[in-house]
């Protein structure tokens, strides 16, 4: 039998110890109920009150306070209300949850590069152990660096991967790491309820079936589970093996693309302030088009002297050039002047987008820029308040569904229009909606008035019908309706019963009619 040679033996050892060194080890870094931090934050809340974060109607998130009243993640918000009446409602903002952890994952940035987020609260990066000196001694590094950029509420979790990382991190103590040995991962995760699997689907029919733990899970046969579950399955089979092998891919941190000037001595009047940020502003445009990008929102902030900031953000309808930013100045500086002299002046993109999905077509597919310029001289005129564009809302009534907003602004809805609207008019929606409902008459064939019962029946079929005051009784050619509509029943003082109706004219007018307390409105024509 032929010995192998000494340098071979040496070679496949140094593999070995290579391959067991480039184990990559995960540190994860998990933030509490981050939608409830990033929803309190601007208002001013403390998280030591009851706090829930709502999304579709139900609890997303909530506080250690309202779980000690006992809101659950999932309960619908009377449910929530029933259980801590002094429950602060708040609504889930994704953007804000994102903008937010922007500070965390600068602040690990700063000590280790290739960060990768997860989801807003939780991040995931390999573990430095080489350069600090061991994992536990990186975990430390971690954690003092968040307490001093300000992050106070946080867990550390390491582990082979970032499933038994993230679940470490759920034992740990606030301020703390949980480690699992190398090659630990099934073990740990052997222990813990089948529901810490985020697919409630599989995990009722899994408890159906008599499996309670990730232990069980794990128990079945790869083959078996891919047949029975399916491809999302056999992953979830993999995590609970604790065969997770996920590479962590770090982000690209944000481009840095703030611009600002400072005046020295202070300037006291509109127009030199104007005219020293021009530059600025064309440094700002020209800094973003050599990376291919556009700003289409944009902060504007003026400092004085005495410390006072002003600060505004400004949206546009296709994207800023340096003469609509320095026109934004100058409305922002007339409209909320300056209580002392200004020294510096910021401007600070809050959304940039890709140059390429704004640009011009081959046929001249994009705003006429003649129609935006033109807007703009209005709105310099009149004020940016004074010029209104219509967006589309959720509502039941015409009425309800428009929202009107500054020219060039993208204000976000206050109700979804994608939402379901139980009582909204179905389409196809009227084209023109009054200002405010016109008073109307409807009559029966024998000319008495029309109206609806408390249970949505009606006394008579409409058969005239006079729009306005002035307008003279017209015959009715068909209807349509009535759609009985109970709002706010839970409020008395806003609690309405209506009812809808759709009325054409012998001369081809259609109009969408409400009743109310036996009184006829128009609320909307269709042209």
Known sequence: MNAIPRHSADFHDRVRRNDASDTARQLLVWCPDWPVVAAAAPLGLSLQLPLAVFDHGEVFACSTMARVEGVRRGMRRRDASARCPELTVLERNPASEIRTFEDVLSAMEEISAGVAPVRPGLCALRVPSRFYGGEKEAAAVVAEHLVSAGVWDFRIGIADDIFAAEHAARRAAPQDCWIIAPGGSAAF??????????????????????????????????????????????????????????????????????????FTPALETVEPIVFSARQTAERLV?????????????????????????????????????????????????????????????????????????????????????????????????????????????????????????????????????????????????????PAPMPSVVLSEDRKPVSVTSRGLMTAAPAFVSIGDESELMPVDAWAGPWPIDELWWDPAQARQVARFQVTGIDGSAWLLIVENDQWWTEARYD
């Not at 800094?287 to 900031?309: F, K, S």
């Not at 922002?332 to 140059?355: F, H, I, K, N, T």
């Not at 569904?401 to 929606?429: D, F, K, M």
């Open 189 to 262: 995760l052997a222990v813990l309820p089948i529901g810490v699997l985020e697919n409630a689907e599989l995990v009722t029919l899994l408890r159906r079936l008599g499996i309670r733990s990730l232990g069980d899970f794990a128990s079945l046969a790869t083959r078996d589970v891919l047949t029975r579950f399916g491809r999302e399955g056999a992953l979830l089979h993999r995590l609970a093996r604790g065969l997770d092998k996920q590479p962590v891919v770090s982000r690209r941190p944000p481009l840095d693309m703030n611009q600002q000037v400072s």
């Open 286 to 434: 020209a800094e973003l088009a050599y990376h291919g990008l556009v700003c289409t929102q944009v902060r504007i902030e003026v400092v004085t002297e005495g410390g006072w900031t002003g600060s505004r953000v400004w949206a546009h309808s296709r994207w800023f050039a340096a003469s609509d930013l320095i026109d934004r100045i100058y409305w922002q500086l007339q409209g909320d002047p300056a209580p002392e002299p200004v020294c510096e002046l910021r401007l600070l993109p809050e959304s940039v987008e890709s140059l390429a999905d704004h640009g011009e077509g081959l046929w001249g597919s994009a705003l006429n820029e003649h129609v935006e310029r033109g807007i703009a001289r209005l709105q310099g005129m009149l004020g940016p308040e004074e010029v209104l564009a219509p967006s589309l809302q959720g509502g039941r009534s015409p009425h309800d569904r428009q929202v009107l907003s500054p020219w060039g602004e993208r204000r976000p809805t206050q109700r979804n229009p994608r939402l379901p609207w139980p009582g909204a008019i179905p389409p196809p929606a009227p084209a023109r909606v009054f």
